[in-house]
């Protein structure tokens, strides 16, 4: 079959966002390489991608490890856009900051260089995070793209998810460099909190963070308000901007901002059956107001969001159902 389409890489393809990009390129006639970390003696199960509709024709997994970042190189070959979304999460801080931020950074680098050799990658789309423009002691202000987390803020206060929110900043600032060197088309995405159905089987963490009042797991995150975005729009944005003629820089994906209010009123609407909290108890227990960021440059380049903030966690309660999360 003709690659009309093109062949593209998404690295970190099991995770939340990668599984559902992967999704949405099979679905507009991609031909898609993607990876995934194995770890030695568990057989990791991929069939939720290799189920996917066009997978068995244009699909290709292949295993690789950001500690390893000569192991990316088969994935990309070929490829005219990578989409580079694999990461180390340590929310438990089993690992010091400094060797999750230098496995991150060393990982995308060693990408991009994979990138350039290949000859053929013309664009790559990195995957960051809001995380990496948040001023957390501005709840009320919004960010756009020039802002910037303040790393020493986080080293001096650590918040929940500090060392992820660092090595985040820090990567996309080395990727965005190295492409400006190196003449290298590279485009960050920054969505906020990614809600919506799910295929992976794993239950993200955006979700988890989002619905954790209703999860009933122990869960250090918790909030009066947060910036959220429907998975479909992630996945379009990223692939929005591979299509675009001249994206430049770092673009926000947001659609709204979240309160815990909103949230608990729609899931008691729609499943009365669930065991909701009142807002009162959520305020008591809850201190994070997130501040939201502005999607403004992403929407004057064209991009339409299509989902609303009840499809979002109705999607993702669904999912949550399915899997036996609820």
């Known amino acids: 079959m003709e690659e009309i389409k093109g062949r593209v890489c998404v690295t970190g393809g099991t995770g939340f966002i990668g599984s559902w990009i992967i999704k949405t390129l099979l679905d507009a006639g991609y031909f898609v390489n993607t990876t995934f970390r194995s770890h030695s003696g ?50 438990e801080e089993k690992e010091p900051e400094e060797i999750v931020t230098k496995r991150s950074i060393d990982g995308a680098l060693g ?31 919004v960010q756009d793209e020039s802002s910037w987390t303040d790393v020493d803020y986080l080293r001096t206060s650590k918040p929940f998810g500090w060392s992820y929110a660092i090595s985040k900043t820090l990567t996309e600032k080395a990727v965005l460099e190295f492409g400006e060197q190196h003449g290298l088309d590279v485009v960050t995405v920054t969505p906020t909190f990614v809600v919506g159905p799910f295929i992976c089987p794993k239950l993200p963490g955006s979700v988890r963070s989002m619905l954790y009042f209703l999860l009933g797991k122990k869960n250090r995150f918790s909030y ?18 591979l299509e ?37 108890s959520l305020r008591e227990s809850t201190c994070l107001k997130l501040p939201n960021a502005s999607s403004k440059k992403l ?22 159902k399915e899997k036996g999360y609820l």
Request: hydrophobic fraction near 40%; aromatic fraction near 8%; glycine fraction near 4%.
């Open 244 to 280: 675009h003629p001249n994206p430049k820089g770092r673009y926000n994906c947001s659609k709204c901002l979240a309160t815990a209010e909103e949230v608990t009123e729609i899931v008691s609407a729609k499943y009365p059956e669930l065991q909701t909290p009142t807002i009162e």
């Open 42 to 91: 568990h057989k990791k199960d991929v069939s939720f991608l290799t189920n996917l509709p066009g997978a068995s024709q244009r699909l290709q997994i292949l295993k690789a490890d950001l500690s390893e970042p000569e192991s990316f190189k088969e994935a990309i070959e070929g490829c005219m856009g990578v989409f580079h979304l694999a990461t180390p999460v340590d929310f």
């Open 299 to 320: 929407t004057d380049a064209g991009f339409e969001f299509k989902y609303g903030f009840e499809e979002m966690f109705v999607g993702a309660i669904e999912s949550c």
């Open 111 to 141: 990408i991009l260089k994979a990138c350039l050799l290949s000859q053929t990658v013309k664009r790559v789309v990195y995957t960051s995070s809001a995380s990496a423009v948040a001023n957390f002691d501005k709840e009320d202000e």
């Open 224 to 241: 009066l308000q947060a910036p959220v975005v429907h998975v479909d729009d992630v996945a379009r944005a990223h692939i929005f901007l």
